[in-house]
């Protein structure tokens, strides 16, 4: 096994440049639909989608990315990772020409879910170039300004949407990926190597498709009990059931694989399994406040979509400036002291949705978003860097592939349980108000508050927009007490499982060891120069920068492992609280 070889400085900056360019665009895609939501609710501007249709419209390309993502590892290495970066950008850019000219819901859904296959390519390969190209102190550096894209996206995305879809139509916010999509393949093709690994990993076909079919029953019966208002309906827990089975099925069948693509074994440990897990309950919260967010200020406040984007800044802002924040705490204290409170914070942030109305002052609607930004970035990024810095070397990928499998799964359940929950209280509060209104006008107010809205204004009946704005901020109280609940188990499971002081580890290894150990081993050193260059073995995505990571983990003169040095962790730390923001 060779090292590649070192390309010249500005090739190395102007290939970091498309990188940006093309994560720029992922973000960007994972913000601006949130805006879009309430426009295509629309009957007149929009498609008139129901909220279960909306919900296969944000949970379809979650569902793809999260499933597909660990399978694009193992292609890169076999094909090379610029041809699947390509065929991935083609797929986005085609997927998005398509959702932009989406003639009714079903069109949507399945573009959507194009749109992730074409992410989940692009990802896994994206980060493997990065880890290519850029070695030593320079990738360190790389991966810190790579990862300022996420907020760059995170920050404009909402904006441009609510500009596009203030002076455009609503496709036009899927149309703009074209150009850049296109931009990053000519950049790609004159300028990066197509890498690849010497080490092929196996593909897992059958894993795929039980991960995929299983979460698509799994999401499609709890979205339909939304639209039924039943649970003991055939069509709702038969897919329930079979979701579950297969899934069960699918790690059954990963722990019998060699090399599975997904370890269901690492969630056995403690704090790596319980730490995922309270993730993976804190996505749950976030994707399913931020489906009712959407409706909220677009909807029952009436607010443009420019304003709607623009009132969400503070959410984006908080999570980049709690990012550097988080780190140092950690480095001060232990990280359950730092995460569990800030859960717990993001928790109440997503219940104090209850407390909000029709009238409530933009200021206090502000100031929660900005305090659910600050509490969620605090946890995502010192959780997710401290767990997989934790795991041995060798398991850093595979434990990669199962902290983001995990969290995109959180998102999807999510979105499915938290539009079921509205869907259903939101229609048994809007009962009351559609006696004596014709037959066709009772269907349609009964699908969303978006649809009541747009039949009262067609027959004049001002007071049933007035109900459906009350019914829908009731359901959306209801539905932010369960979200918050479900998030607060997460800070449970942070409590129990995280340890509750790591420097005792630490004092106990220099009484046992010495302050200062004897030269490195030679395998320390070999090890060391191995991964100057190696990218990630099995998912090609960086937890935290390589050089460091080996640092910390080689054994010591005495063959005992040894933890980073505070100086070493502390780089660490700061890398990897800010790309670890972005997966």
């Known amino acids: 096994m060779t090292a590649p070889p070192t390309l010249p400085k500005p090739r190395q900056q102007m290939i970091l440049a498309v990188l940006m360019m093309c994560s720029l665009l992922i973000w960007l895609e994972n913000t601006v639909l949130s805006t879009t939501l309430e ?5 007149v501007r929009g498609l008139g989608a129901n909220p279960g249709q909306l919900q296969w419209a944000t949970g379809s390309y979650t569902l793809a990315f999260a ?8 292609l890169g290495d076999r094909f090379g990772h610029r041809t699947v970066f390509s065929v991935g950008l083609v797929i986005f850019a085609g997927s998005s020409l398509w959702a932009a000219y989406a003639s009714d819901v079903g069109q949507l859904i ?3 879910a194009a749109m992730g296959v074409g992410s989940a390519l692009i990802t896994p390969a994206m980060m493997a170039i990065l880890m290519w190209t850029f070695t030593g ?30 002076h455009f139509w609503w496709g036009s916010v899927f149309l703009i990926n074209v150009p850049v999509a296109a931009l990053t393949l000519v950049g790609l093709a004159v300028l990066v190597p197509n890498f690849r690994s010497p080490a092929l ?3 897992d076909p059958a894993g795929m498709l039980l991960s995929i079919s299983g979460l698509v029953a799994l999401a499609y019966g709890l979205i339909r009990a939304g639209q039924v208002a039943e649970w003991s309906r055939t069509d709702v827990w038969a897919p329930i059931v079979a979701g579950l089975v297969l ?18 074994r690492l969630l056995a440990q403690r704090t790596f399994g319980g730490g995922n897990m309270a993730l993976g309950l804190l996505l749950f919260g976030v994707a399913a406040i931020t489906f009712y967010n959407a409706f909220y200020l677009q909807g029952a406040l009436g607010f443009s979509p420019m304003k709607a984007g623009l009132a969400n800044i503070p959410t984006a802002f908080g999570a980049l400036a709690a990012a550097p924040l988080a780190s140092r705490l950690v480095r001060r204290m232990s990280l359950r002291l730092v995460t569990v409170p800030a859960l717990t914070v993001a928790a109440l942030t997503m ?5 909000l109305g029709l009238h409530t002052p933009l200021v206090w609607i502000e100031i929660l978003l900005l305090m659910q930004g600050l509490s969620i970035g605090m946890v995502i990024g010192p959780v997710t860097a401290a767990l997989l810095s934790n795991l041995p070397l060798e398991q850093a990928g595979a434990g990669s592939a199962v902290t983001n499998t995990v969290r995109q799964t959180g998102s999807v359940i999510g979105i499915a349980v938290g539009g079921t929950i509205m869907s259903i209280t939101y229609r048994r509060a809007i009962e009351p108000s559609l006696e004596g209104a014709p037959g066709p006008v009772q269907d349609q107010a009964r699908v969303s508050a978006e649809q009541a809205r747009h039949v009262a204004t067609a027959i004049h009946r001002p007071t049933l927009a007035q109900a459906a704005d009350d019914a829908f901020i009731h359901a959306m109280h209801v539905g932010a007490g369960w979200i918050a609940v479900i998030a607060l188990l997460g800070a449970a499971v942070l409590l129990i499982t995280l340890p509750p002081v790591e420097r005792k580890r630490a004092r106990y290894r220099s009484r046992r060891h010495g302050p200062h150990p ?8 070999a090890v060391h120069r191995e991964a100057e260059w190696r990218p990630n073995p099995l998912t090609n995505t960086p937890a935290v920068d390589r050089d460091l990571a080996v640092q910390g983990r080689c054994e010591d003169g005495y063959g005992h492992r040894q933890g980073p040095s505070p100086r070493q962790r502390s780089q660490a730390d700061d890398t990897s609280s800010s790309s670890l923001l972005r997966l």
Do not use: C, N
């Open 201 to 203: 990993r196996p593909l």
């Open 39 to 43: 426009t295509l609710a629309d009957p």
């Open 247 to 264: 899934l069960t099925v699918f790690v059954l069948v990963e722990l019998r694989v060699k090399v599975p693509s997904f370890d269901p």
């Open 137 to 166: 102190p320079a990738r360190a550096a790389a991966i810190g300004i790579f990862s300022t894209s996420a907020g760059v996206g995170m920050a404009t995305g909402p904006v441009l949407a609510g500009f596009l879809l203030d």
């Open 67 to 74: 499933t597909l993502m660990f399978t694009a590892g193992a």
């Open 351 to 355: 219940g104090g949705y209850g407390f």
């Open 518 to 525: 004897p030269h490195p081993s030679p395998q320390h050193e």
């Open 110 to 112: 399945a573009a959507r």
